[in-house]
């Protein structure tokens, strides 16, 4: 199989000849914890925050199977697909999991390849990998089991009418005044309906906190006149 990464909608060997040197550097991310020194005591306190820093990926490249009179070209075709970003989305090796990527730190292209062989691209990433995305329609109150081993914010699509409110693991929130549904993502703490291509803001008919899945067990369930829930969301890992 050849060694290659998926990114911006294109495979770096597949479309642009590019073969990975080496496998690519992924670094561990930890825990944010906050070191707290308390007079008179031996040690200090720590306090975990609940965030994480970012995830770089080294990757080192080699130009192959290209004709010497379109090697220019190339280059600029890379360097534009490495700037212009339209899809985060990095894959290495047509994985189970990708990154979702930040920032791009790249050099001298030409002058790498001409000096050394190949050339050092670095991804600076969202600290988790993800899995594939879930869809669920959901008309009853139900388990929803989560193998991410990160938590991770829903979008969910409620359809009915009037007041409601809702259970989704350990948090409930209320929906007041519902006509025909309404979307809440809980990643971006938005509420809103989209009618005839028309965004509606809707933040006002809802109270409380968004909720997250948790890994394991969430059970989802409601009360009020409620048809059914469409939940998507990202499985995500550490």
Do not use: A
């Not at 994480?52 to 360097?79: G, H, N, S």
């Not at 007041?176 to 309404?182: A, E, F, H, T």
């Not at 906190?209 to 369930?221: A, F, Q, T, V």
């Amino acid at each position: 199989m050849v060694e290659q990464i998926y990114f911006n909608k294109k495979y770096s060997y597949d479309d642009f000849g590019l073969l990975l040197v080496e496998s690519p550097i992924i670094s561990n991310v930890y825990e944010d914890v906050e070191t707290i020194v308390v007079p008179g005591r031996s040690g200090s306190l720590t306090k975990r925050l609940g965030t994480y820093k970012d995830r770089t990926i080294k990757t080192k490249f080699k130009l192959v199977d290209t004709d010497k009179y379109i090697y220019e070209e190339t280059l600029i075709y890379i360097v534009d697909w490495l700037n212009n970003i339209k899809d985060t989305q990095l894959t290495i090796n047509e994985s189970d999991y990708s990154y979702k990527v930040k920032k791009i730190e790249i050099g001298d292209i030409q002058r790498e390849l001409d000096w050394y062989g190949d050339f050092e691209v670095i991804f600076t990433c969202e600290p988790f990998k993800y899995g594939f995305k879930q869809h669920k329609s959901i008309s009853q109150s139900k388990n929803v089991f989560y193998l991410g081993t990160v938590e991770t914010s829903p979008i969910l699509k409620v359809f009915g009418n009037g007041d409601m409110d809702i259970t989704l693991g350990d948090t409930t929130f209320i929906l007041k005044g519902i006509v025909d549904s309404i979307t809440i993502d809980c990643d971006r703490g938005l509420c809103y309906k989209i009618e005839d291509g028309v965004y509606n803001n809707l933040n006002k008919k809802m109270n409380g906190e968004y909720p997250k899945i948790k890994p394991g067990i969430n059970n989802l369930s409601w009360l009020g006149d409620i048809s059914k829930i469409e939940m998507s969301y990202e499985i995500k890992y550490l």
